[in-house]
């Protein structure tokens, strides 16, 4: 599973931001495992949460984007 987020101001991407997050199920004769629906959620949770933790490491470079500022500095 993947997931990315662009910052974009008009059509220029100031910033991009991706993770990935790979799960596999594990099956027995005793047991199922996880459902598809289950594993999909923690995919989708891994994902946001490791983007969160990017733009936390960029915040100065993103506070300065919400006051109207655009340094090149931040991007990539």
Do not use: P
């Not at 662009?6 to 459902?35: H, Q």
């Not at 983007?51 to 960029?58: L, V």
């Amino acid at each position: 599973m993947t997931g990315k987020l662009d910052i974009l101001k008009g059509t220029e991407a100031l910033k991009t931001y991706t993770a990935t997050c790979v799960l596999e199920v594990t099956r027995t004769i005793f047991t199922d495992g996880e459902s598809f629906s289950e594993l999909r959620r923690k995919g989708l949770v891994a994902v946001r949460d490791n983007i969160e933790a990017q733009m936390f490491e960029d915040k100065e470079f993103l506070a300065k984007l919400s006051a109207g500022g655009h340094s090149s500095s931040g991007t990539n």
